[in-house]
């Protein structure tokens, strides 16, 4: 095992506690404020909600290119619903960011 292999389950284990540490100290902060979980709640079933709108949306093709690496139909519904979602998520965060730049001139 040369120091590349080492590195990298180094990176892999500091991702999963990463991962594991923004779900869990959330919850503990919300302990002492449970308002805020269920703000947070909210926004989670937002996210899950628009996802399934953007997959109802998505196409089930699959073209010689996408069999070479055995994607299905089903495999290319979701990755369609997927990069529906996250450019849906873009273009609300560019709207967001362009109200909130007017709103600050005009106030």
């Given at each position: 095992?040369?120091?590349?292999?080492?590195?990298?389950?180094?990176?892999?284990?500091?991702?999963?506690?990463?991962?594991?540490?923004?779900?869990?100290?959330?919850?503990?902060?919300?302990?002492?404020n449970p308002q805020s979980l269920l703000k947070s709640g909210l926004g989670v079933?937002?996210?899950?909600?628009?996802?399934?709108?953007?997959?109802?949306?998505?196409?089930?093709?699959?073209?010689?290119?996408?069999?070479?690496?055995?994607?299905?139909?089903?495999?290319?519904?979701?990755?369609?619903?997927?990069?529906?979602?996250?450019?849906?998520?873009?273009?609300?965060?560019?709207?967001?960011?362009?109200?909130?730049?007017?709103n600050k001139i005009f106030k």
């Amino acid at each position: 095992m040369d120091s590349f292999d080492i590195f990298l389950y180094l990176g892999y284990t500091l991702v999963i506690i990463a991962a594991v540490a923004s779900l869990l100290l959330p919850l503990v902060n919300a302990l002492g404020n449970p308002q805020s979980l269920l703000k947070s709640g909210l926004g989670v079933l937002a996210v899950v909600a628009l996802y399934f709108i953007a997959y109802a949306f998505s196409g089930s093709e699959v073209t010689q290119e996408y069999s070479k690496f055995n994607v299905g139909p089903e495999l290319s519904k979701i990755v369609g619903g997927t990069l529906i979602m996250a450019y849906l998520l873009l273009g609300f965060a560019i709207v967001g960011i362009v109200f909130t730049e007017f709103n600050k001139i005009f106030k």
